[in-house]
């Protein structure tokens, strides 16, 4: 009886017949994509430079506040707090709440930060940047 080399699968072409150098990171290359993409939206928005707001009055922040409370807008707030002598960035999210000289501000991806008004120097009434948050 004469016995055949067999394959284990039908497509299994040896190596050295091989049209390209294959790595075997095909099955990768969507999670590589995904997290070059992260890393490059993460880089963009902490590489700029965060300009200078002019100092509102209180009255006008706290019109500001009221008004994208009651219509439930989004915010982008810019604080009194110098760090590598640069302002920090702007807080973005919607209003969810006052409390006791402080407001709550809850972010995009549902976190909440509590932000003290009589520190605010400036904000505005802004329109989301990603279209499904609108």
């Not at 919607?94 to 932000?115: L, S």
Request: hydrophobic share 35%; glycine share 4%.
């Amino acid at each position: 009886m004469e016995m055949r080399e067999t394959h284990s699968a039908p497509y299994d072409v040896p190596r050295d017949q091989w049209l390209y150098n294959d790595r075997c990171m095909a099955k990768w290359q969507g999670w590589i994509l995904s997290d070059h993409s992260a890393d490059m939206e993460f880089h963009e928005k902490n590489d700029q430079f965060v300009p200078v707001k002019p100092q509102m009055s209180d009255q006008d922040i706290s019109s500001i506040l009221n008004h994208a409370w009651e219509q439930n807008h989004q915010v982008s707030i810019q604080i009194n707090d110098l760090y590598d002598n640069n302002f920090q960035r702007d807080i973005i999210g919607w209003i969810g709440g006052f409390d006791e000289g402080q407001i709550t501000v809850i972010n995009a991806v549902g976190k909440y930060q509590r932000v003290d008004v009589a520190d605010i120097r400036s904000v505005s009434e802004e329109l989301p940047k990603k279209w499904w948050l609108q």
